[in-house]
Structure formats: structure tokens, C-alpha cells
């Protein structure tokens, strides 16, 4: 079904789906040739900086959470607050995707974060600041994640085009996780010194960064895709990804890893505070370690990704993940836990990487928005969720650790499951 679906994507008419060339020859080095084209160049710069800020609100905003309530069930109630509109837009998102410019999408989400950072921070600085404060800008941020994730995820190659898609994936992982890296640690320095607010004020100036860089962007105009009146509607998309086999199996695999490998990332604060005993700078330090590993996955896939059997690779990655995140469940000591936090952080996004990557490469244009949005839902939507479930069982149970150990245990099960009944996957 692959090459049915390569052949339909290369006929269908699809509003802006191949990348301009570049303008210019750029002699780079093969990991960076999606850096080729002018306009991934402005998206790469901007998000860089704007990421930077997401992940320091995103520490600061657990650590504020914990302050305020002192509850894992919060702590987890606040990611799912974020979630559910992701979990109820993101497929009608997909399909409005199919059939409306992406870049226009971006910029009216950039604007949508920005205020709402603005808001939070200054809410936070002022002393005013409540948990159904934070559980509200949580829902509406999670509105528009809802559109802008798929929006971010089908718009990389109309930027660089097929060629140059891993790669671009890659480079992307590698400015996410480099952010992942820095943010925390910039954060946890931030709110252990001057407080919560002033880490969600810098994240809502990071975002003029990418506006910025949308606004600076050279693209052919808009031209809806000429398909029938109802936009080949959700339907279309959902059939498809019940009849491609391989589609289907790694929005499988990826749906394990979120809701049952991930449900740790919400309690990381009772982690850092209760277990291993440091406080928000630790638990910035815990958050840059995790992305130190990613950094370090994004940068090998973007160099030796055209290299090595894909398939192998992600199945490799699905099945040690949850097995380290067990081995971190065990030690009781930093340092030990920063370094599974590293391989932790080298597993998932190797994992979510290649998925995206196969999956983009094997769905046509037409519907690469709708099935994009099913990947942004299991993505951003069940880990959240699963990391709730993971809280309010904490919070029953008393010991973190068992509750994301048996999630971890969980993921490994499933994902053993969807592997051995899909062998197509290891020849990807």
C-alpha cells in the first residue's frame, strides 16, 4: 500500500506540498542540508529561541503548580487540562489543515501562546495568580496546540520538500531537545531565585522570534487543493489509517510510548522534591538532562539518519525506553537518575522521530494533514492524560515510583505486542 500511496501523492493536487528550491547554493555538511532552503533557515532560527522559552514555562509551571497545591493529582490534572483540547481538535484540525495555508495557521497560534504566556506571568508576579488560573490558560494553550502542532508537522515539507524531510525532522528534533536542554536549566536558576513568573514572561517574548521568522518567509500563494466539496473529510483520513498497515502500526507504536511511557513528565516536580530531595533547580537540572539525551538523538539522526535500517532502529529504541524508565524508578540518588534521564531522553525521541519521519514518508499530501493531527493526538494528547492517571494513582498509593514503573512496564507490553504482530515494521 506504500507505493499506492506515493504514486496518488505525486498526482493529487496539493496547495503548496513541494518546498521551493533553495536560492542559493549553501555548501553544508550532509546533517544540515535542509538548512539549504531559505525559509526552513527562518524556521529554524525562530523556533530555536521561542522553544527555549516553552521549556522554561513548562518547568516553571510545574514548579508553581506544586507550590500552590502540593498535589501530584494537580500536577498531572494541569497536563490534562492542556491536553483534552488536543485530544477533541486535533483530527477536525487535521482536516481544516488539508485545506487552508499552514503558515497562516502558525502565525495566528504564535500570537494565541504569546498572550497567554503574557497573561500567566503577569498573573504570577502580581501575587494573583490561582490554580483555576493555571488550569485555564492550560485548556486554552491546549487549544491552540491543537492546531498548531500538525500545522508544524505538515508545514516542514512544504519548506524543504521530500528530499530533505528527514533531515528536516532530524534538525527539528535537534532545536527542540537543544531547548530542552537549555530551558529547564535556565528556568530552574530563574524560578529559584526571582520566582515562576519572570521564566513565563521571557517565554512569551520568545515567541516574537518565530513570528518574526514566519513574517520574513517567501512563499507562493495560497492555493486551496482541488478536491470535492467536502474536503475528502476526517473520514477519509481515519480509513486510511485503518487499511496502511504500517501507518497504522507505528500510530500504534507511538500511541504505547505517550500514554504509558511519558506519564512520568508530569510528576518529574515530585521526583526532584520528594525523591531525590533538590528543588527547582534541581528539577531544571533533571529536565536539561533528559534534554541532553535528546539533543544527542536528534543529532545523530540528523547525521547518520539516511544510513542506518530505520525499522531496526525504531524498534530498538520503542522497547529499551520503558526498560530505562524502570531503571530510573529504581535509583535513589541525582546523579544516577540525570544519566538514565539522558538514555531516557536518547530512546524517545529516537523513537518519535523515525515515527514521524516513516509515517510522513509513506502518507500521500493530500491527507498528510489528517493523519499528522492523529499523530500530534496520540502524542500530545494521551501523554498528559496517562500522566493524570499516573497522579491521581499516586496520590491514592503514596509511591511515585511503583505507579511509573508499572505505567513503564505497561508500554513495554503493548509495544512488544504491536512489534511482534507487525513484522513489516523492521523492514522500513
Known sequence: MATSSSQSSSTAPVATSTA??????????AGL????????????????????????QSVAQGWLV?????????????????????LLLSLPAGALLDRVSKHRVLLITQVGALLLALILGLLTITGLVQIWHVLLLATLLGVVNAFDAPARQSFTIEMVGREDLLNAIALNASIFN???????????????????????????????????????????????????KQGGGLREGLRYITQQAQVRSLLLLAGAVSLFGFSYIPLMPIFARDVFGVGATGLGLLA????????AAAVLLAVFGDRV?????????????????????????????????????????????????????????????????????????????GGMVAGAITELVGSVQLVVAASAALCWLLAAVTIATAPHLRRL
Open 66 to 86: 506544586l507550590r500552590l497545591t502540593d498535589s501530584p493529582l494537580l500536577l498531572g490534572l494541569v497536563a490534562a487540562a492542556n491536553s483534552l483540547p488536543v
Open 288 to 295: 536539561a538532562a533528559g534534554g541532553l539525551g535528546s539533543l
Open 178 to 228: 537543544g531547548a530542552r536542554t537549555i530551558g529547564p536549566a535556565v528556568a530552574g536558576l530563574v524560578v529559584g531565585f526571582i520566582g515562576e513568573g519572570p521564566a513565563f514572561l521571557l517565554n512569551a517574548l520568545s515567541f516574537v522570534a518565530v513570528i518574526i521568522s514566519l513574517l520574513l518567509m517567501r512563499l507562493p500563494p495560497f492555493t486551496p487543493p482541488a478536491s470535492n
Open 309 to 385: 535500517p530505520r525499522g531496526r532502529l525504531l524498534l530498538t529504541a520503542v522497547l529499551l525506553y520503558p526498560l530505562l524508565v524502570i531503571g530510573f524508578t529504581l535509583v535513589p540518588t541525582f546523579l544516577p537518575a540525570m544519566l538514565l534521564l539522558t538514555l531516557m531522553g536518547w530512546a524517545g525521541v529516537t523513537s518519535m522521530a523515525l515515527t514521524n519521519t516513516l509515517i510522513q514518508s509513506i502518507v500521500p499530501n493530500e491527507l498528510r494533514g489528517r493523519v499528522m493531527s492523529v499523530f500530534t493526538l496520540l502524542l500530545m494528547g494521551l501523554s498528559p492524560m
Open 20 to 29: 521551493p528550491e533553495p536560492t542559493r547554493r549553501w555548501r553544508l555538511p
Open 33 to 56: 542540508r535542509a538548512l539549504r532552503h531559505y525559509n526552513y533557515r527562518l524556521f529554524f532560527l525562530g523556533q530555536l529561541i521561542s522553544l527555549i522559552g516553552t521549556w522554561m
